[in-house]
T-cell receptor
Framework: SQQGEEDPQALSIQEGENATMNCSYK?????LQWYRQNSGRGLVHLIL?????REKHSGRLRVTLDTSKKSSSLLITASRAADTASYFC????????????FGKGTKLTVNP | DAGITQSPRHKVTETGTPVTLRCHQT?????MYWYRQDPGHGLRLIHY???????DKGEVSDGYSVSRSKTEDFLLTLESATSSQTSVYFC???????????FGQGTRLTVV
């Protein structure tokens, strides 16, 4: 399988705390993308980081990428109850493939 | 949802019957994907398309076929539905393999 893996599978925190989710992948990549899925809905793109970038910010989101370890992390700062969702990392494998593959996701619960 | 429509949104069908799910996009995106989402497995790629009449298999393609006769439509067919194909199916599109993907709202299929 070319799927990556998110870690942890589930995370429960209090509002105001930071949430960190990790993603490991198996192949070389051109970029890595993070998505959010609210219950019963399709995925929504959050942020894309390219293989030559090490860190990227978007609002309360901070993504890091370590290509030597084939891993990425998503940090959500000052979490809110509305951040409750599942988070997935996805990437097109390098080497000319147009596939877009995803991991199994992290289910984040932010308690008010 | 960026102009991506999946139909039907819900379907119950009997084992052994053929089923076709439709994904329609108005974004003129080149790439289209079909995924299934099951608890504990995240999103798994079934088939994808990189242009009209150009398709390729994903990691869980057995029992599924696809067709793309127009840029805007990508059809997923379950040739003879089985209970193991009960799942939520998502369609996604992207302009290139290296930019964000947009997802439909999903089709919940139950095979009884």
């Amino acid at each position: 399988s070319q799927q990556g893996e998110e870690d942890p599978q589930a995370l429960s925190i209090q509002e105001g705390e930071n949430a960190t989710m990790n993603c490991s992948y198996k192949t070389s990549i051109n970029n890595l993308q993070w998505y959010r899925q609210n219950s019963g809905r399709g995925l929504v793109h959050l942020i894309l980081i390219r293989s030559n970038e090490r860190e990227k910010h978007s609002g309360r989101l901070r993504v890091t990428l370590d290509t030597s370890k084939k891993s990425s992390s998503l940090l959500i700062t000052a979490s809110r109850a509305a951040d409750t969702a599942s988070y997935f990392c996805g990437h097109p494998p390098q080497g000319g493939s147009e596939k877009l593959v995803f991991g199994k996701g992290t289910k984040l619960t932010v308690n008010p | 949802d960026a102009g991506i429509t999946q139909s039907p949104r819900h379907k119950v069908t009997e084992t052994g019957t053929p089923v076709t799910l439709r994904c329609h996009q108005t974004e003129n995106h080149r790439y289209m994907y079909w995924y299934r989402q099951d608890p504990g497995h995240g999103l798994r790629l079934i088939h994808y398309s990189y242009g009209v009449k150009d398709t390729d298999k994903g990691e869980v393609s057995d029992g599924y076929s696809v067709s793309r006769s127009k840029t805007e439509d990508f059809l997923l067919t379950l040739e003879s539905a089985t209970s193991s194909q009960t799942s939520v199916y998502f369609c996604a599109t992207t302009g290139t393999a290296y930019t964000e993907a947009f997802f439909g709202q999903g089709t919940r299929l139950t095979v009884v």
